[in-house]
């Protein structure tokens, strides 16, 4: 594995989000209290100089979904992972074709979208891939400026910059292709103060559920599956075109099994609130987990979602307890005399993390605790990742063997490896 540089550029930051150096709090994670010595640990926020970047990014905007039902999603969002209802767009506000529902959980923002009538343009996309991720929204602070570089770089601009308003504002906004059927939509919502976007509605969760803490306060990293030889591809493309660092690559040994193998690649804008560990298959004895997805996607995409939380064990017991399913971890895992010396002192006893199956990793800056569901869907593509940081800015290398063996049980059992 290799890591490069963290972005930082001698700049600092106060506590309360002043923009010093290119970092400050974005609205929604005000909105959600957080602070910037908390992201620093949930994320891995680093400060950056905004005012040397062709594409500054200032954070991710949304997920959006394209769902086989978007008012059943919603609510299991709601009732499973705990997230609130805050907008909503469908007939009734005059949107005919689908019904479009945004939840949010401390600064993660998710958008549900389904097909309201025959004749909407998600019913195609959703019999190619099923339930999956359209559009990963990202912040930026002048489209046009993006978009004028994005062009000169050669990216393919599915929407030139336009505005879009009602009583809350505008919003200015454009878009940009991405892998496979993947896109970026660039927001800048500095002059609008709704909701989420024109033509939504607030809305307030009514699903009753036990008061407690966010299971999780916002997304780490959205990781993409790509074909076999095009990962260096889309890691020059957000470099060329966004800009992003080429922040670590796994390769070889790094991220392999007895049966399968693949090769990855994390990208990462300046501040590292937006990171894509981009994944290709290798060839291996049988049929790798990116194998799986993009035959099952019937394409590239995006595979999981990793959801930082501060207390994972919390997250996973509550998780439970709601009928959400986590990847097995054998008892091996945590009984191995070198994981135990390489992990030292982390906040919990190992016994409590074997108990819920949570792995845990060290390297150089920190130790990071984590866990995978199994898909969440009827097709075996997208799953979700918590993970709870504690000073590393990695992705679980020690890890990456007992998690895709514990994938490739999974596979074995669907039929699939």
């Known amino acids: 594995m290799t890591v490069t540089g963290s ?6 930051t106060t506590e309360t989000g002043t923009p010093v150096g290119g970092t400050a709090l974005t609205t929604e994670e005000r909105a959600a209290d957080l602070r910037l010595d908390q992201l620093r640990q949930l994320v891995g926020l680093v400060d950056y100089d905004a005012s040397r970047d062709p594409f500054p990014v200032t954070g991710l905007d949304a997920v959006v979904f394209c769902v086989g039902n978007a008012t059943q999603t919603a609510g299991y969002y709601q009732l499973a992972l705990g997230m609130d209802l805050v907008a909503y767009a469908g007939p009734e506000t005059g949107v005919r074709d689908r019904r479009s529902y945004v939840l949010r959980s401390g600064s993660a923002r998710f958008v549900f979208e389904g097909a309201a009538a025959p004749g909407s343009s998600l019913l195609e996309h959703h019999e190619r891939h099923g339930d999956g991720v359209t559009d990963i929204a990202l912040e930026v602070p002048d489209v046009d400026r993006c978009v004028e570089h994005a062009r000169a770089q050669g990216a393919t601009i599915l929407e030139e910059p336009h505005d879009r308003s009602d009583d809350h504002g505008t919003v200015r906004c454009a878009a940009i292709a991405a892998y496979g059927d993947t896109r970026h939509t660039l927001i800048d919502r500095s002059r609008y103060d709704g909701p989420y976007l024109p033509g939504f509605v607030a809305r307030s969760s009514t699903v009753a559920r036990t008061d407690g803490p966010r299971i999780f306060e916002a997304v780490d990293h959205c990781v993409g599956n790509v074909e076999l030889g095009r990962m260096d591809e889309w890691v020059d493309f957000y470099g060329r075109v966004l800009g992003f660092i080429n922040m670590a690559e ?4 790094d991220i392999a099994t007895e049966y399968s193998a693949l090769m990855s690649k994390v990208v990462a804008n300046g501040n590292h609130r937006v990171k894509f560990p981009l994944n290709e298959p290798a060839v291996g004895k049988k049929k790798s987990q ?9 394409g590239p995409g995006c595979q999981h979602i990793a959801l930082a939380t501060h207390d994972i064990l919390a997250a996973v017991d509550t998780l ?25 002192n982390v906040r919990v006893p190992v016994d409590e993390l074997q108990r819920r199956g949570i792995l845990v990793d060290r390297d150089e800056d920190g130790y990071l605790l984590q866990i995978f569901t199994a898909p969440i869907g009827d097709r075996p593509t997208v799953f979700y990742e918590l993970i709870e940081r504690h000073g590393s800015l990695g ?13 490739e049980r999974e596979q074995e059992r669907r039929g699939n490896l």
Do not use: C, M, Q
């Open 320 to 344: 439970r307890a709601r009928g959400v399913e986590f990847l097995n971890t054998p008892d091996s895992y945590y009984e191995d005399p070198e994981l135990r010396a390489r992990i030292g």
């Open 395 to 407: 992705f679980g290398k020690g890890n990456f063997k007992a998690l895709f063996e514990a994938i």
């Open 250 to 253: 796994f390769v070889g040994d």
């Open 7 to 12: 972005g930082a550029g001698g700049a600092h």
């Open 290 to 298: 990116i194998d799986e997805y993009l035959e099952f996607y019937a």
